[in-house]
Structures are given as structure tokens and as C-alpha cells.
């Protein structure tokens, strides 16, 4: 692997303050958050997949808020059939082992092919960049191909497998976390490597400060984590402002 399976560090975080403006509704028959851009274009598009704290956590929706309001469509599907993991989850007989075991690519991947056939035949999506924060690095891997994702960015990802980064086809944008026990230093380095070798645009920012789920999950107030996390965000539009300009 290229990074770690799930981790307690995978369920932890700080709620974050704010009213979605989104709205969910179905497509391809799974329940999706939908945040459309000020002049309600489609055209351009981010299918955002989400860590294991899934589609309705507010953390996600305003991010994905955030992405529309840059000029993308933004459409975030539940990729676990209403069976995501509460942020700070504590419980002696849960076991996020067996939770992942039931979400694996058998389940998840026929719910990322049904909405991306959506968004290109039914939403009107001509180009369409992948956002995966951890859980979710993982399909953004898996789908950055040709007629799939047009480009992808991730952060902290999770359990990516070595043979699906090496199948990437598009531009790739990591950001990583110093402190992180899954998408660890030697795993960080063994991704540059494979990415060096493909001959893909890629780009690997590194945040001190910071630990695993600081894109989507971190202490807004400690001054350091909040820029990591905006910085991210920077970094993410950045990406798809030169891989699928507006």
C-alpha cells in the first residue's frame, strides 16, 4: 500500500461552525449533497468523496460549499449506504476494521460509477475533478482515468493500494500531514516515487503542525492547524484552476 488502512486517527476531529448551503437529493438513486456554483453552471464539476464521517457532516458540506462558490458544481454522494462513522465515535465494541471490510471497493465503486455516469449524462459535466479526503483519496485514485476523473486532489489519503496509484492518468495533488500513522513519511515517499515514474503532473505539499484529517477535521482555533487547512483548500482550487480552468 501507498498508505495505511483506517486508524483511530480516521474518526477524530472538531466539529466546524457554519450553515451548508447545499442541498441533498438523489442521484443515481444515492442520497447526494449538491452545491451548485453562483451561476449555476455544471459544466465543470468536483465529485467530492468524502472520509469516513460521510455526506451529511457539516465539516464536508461547507467545504464543498467552498468549491462551488470558486465556480464548480459540487456533488458529494453517500458512498456508504447510510453507514458512516460518527466524528468521535467511542465505543468498546466498535471496530473500524470490520466497519471497512463492509466498505470496500466491491461496495463503494458501483455507487462512484453510477454518479459520475450521472453527472456526465444527466447533470451536464464536461470535465470533472476528484476531491478525496482520506477515505476518499483512495476512489480518487481509482477513477483518475481517461473518461473518468479529469483530475484529482487528495489529502491524508487511506488505503491506497500501490497498483492504483500506478494506474493513475491524470494530474495528482497531495496534501499530507507531518503527524499521520496512516499516510506515514515512508509511505509519503514511496508515492513520490511511483508518481515520479508516471509522467503525470503531480505535486505533494507537506503541513507541520498538523496530523491526520487536518483538511476536514482540525482545531479551527489553533492558529496553525486553521492554516493548514486553508492552505489545503488554496492548494485544491490552485490544482483545478490549472487541470480543469473555468
Partial sequence: MTSHPPAHCCTVGVFHEGEPRGEIREVANVSTYLAYPPDRATDKAILFLTDAMGHRFVNAQLLADQFAAHGYLVVMPDLFAGDPIPLNYYSITFDIWDWYRHHLPPRVDPIVDGILTA????????????????????????????????????????????DELRRIE??????????????????????????????????????????????????????????AKEQAFSQAVAWFEQHIPR
Fill in 119 to 162: 453527472m456526465r449524462e444527466t447533470l451536464g459535466c464536461q470535465l470533472i475533478g476528484g476531491v478525496g479526503y482520506c477515505f476518499g483519496g483512495k476512489y480518487v485514485c481509482r477513477y483518475l482515468q481517461s473518461g473518468k476523473l479529469d483530475a484529482g486532489f487528495i489529502a491524508h489519503p487511506t488505503g491506497v493500494e500501490v
Fill in 170 to 227: 491524470g494530474p495528482l495533488s497531495i496534501a499530507a500531514a507531518i503527524t499521520d500513522a496512516v499516510f506515514t513519511a515512508d509511505k509519503r515517499h514511496a508515492s513520490e516515487a511511483i508518481l515520479g515514474g508516471l509522467g503525470v503532473p503531480f505535486q505533494i505539499n507537506l503541513f507541520s503542525d498538523v496530523e491526520h484529517g487536518f483538511a476536514v477535521r482540525c482545531d479551527l482555533s489553533e492558529t496553525r492547524q486553521k492554516f
